[in-house]
């Protein structure tokens, strides 16, 4: 089955490689503000949306041991590697072909994160909508992206493509759930907590 929608980038078995091997290393500032930004957190289920090839979803795994763990991708190269990632480091975690418009998993999360993903969304605010039904009630998604700001040079395009800006942090608002906004020099956290 095809979980992209027409104009989506997909992602190949190339793709996946390059993603796989060299692009994480360029990511790990990125990680770690968004790994710190899960502190004081204590889910018991977590899903990782555009998990892509799973490095950041092992972290967050390692960071809580005892949670629940799912990755979801479009992508059935990202989800093949995903898989052998997580046999290498002997943790458990189910990892499924989806999209931020359909998870094919019958679970309610306590966490959703979706890091360098959320800006390849077609329908964002439908995408959203739709991950907020499936948290339990205090349960969070947390988007990680690079913060738009950050990016003037013309030679910074690529992460000006791949990056969300504060106003549109702050354009997002859903039904029964609360926003917070974080940044620092080049990242943004976007915390949406359902309250009912």
Sequence with gaps: ?????????????LTTMFYNSIAWRLLKKLYKFSINRLD???????????????RFSLMVA???????????????????????LFKKNNINAVC???SSREVPLNEKFDL????????????KEKSLDYLSSLLNINGSI?????????????FQFMYREHSLSINDAKNI???NCETMIDTDKNFIAVKITRTV
Excluded at 1 to 13: A, H, I, L, V
Excluded at 40 to 54: E, H, R
Excluded at 112 to 123: A, G, K, N, Q
Excluded at 142 to 154: A, C, G, N, T, W
């Design 173 to 175: 608002h859903l039904k």
């Design 96 to 98: 499924v072909q989806g």
């Design 1 to 13: 089955m095809d979980y992209y929608m027409e104009g989506e980038e997909k992602f190949g078995r």
């Design 142 to 154: 947390f988007i990680f992206e690079f913060l738009r700001e950050s990016y003037k040079s013309p």
């Design 40 to 54: 004081g957190l204590s889910p018991s289920t977590i899903m990782d949306i555009g998990a892509g090839p799973g």
């Design 62 to 84: 390692k960071k809580f041991p005892g949670a629940r763990i799912y990755c979801v991708d479009p992508s059935p190269y990202m989800v093949e590697t995903e898989r052998k």
């Design 112 to 123: 959703i994160i979706t890091s360098l993903s959320y800006h390849h969304w077609l329908e």
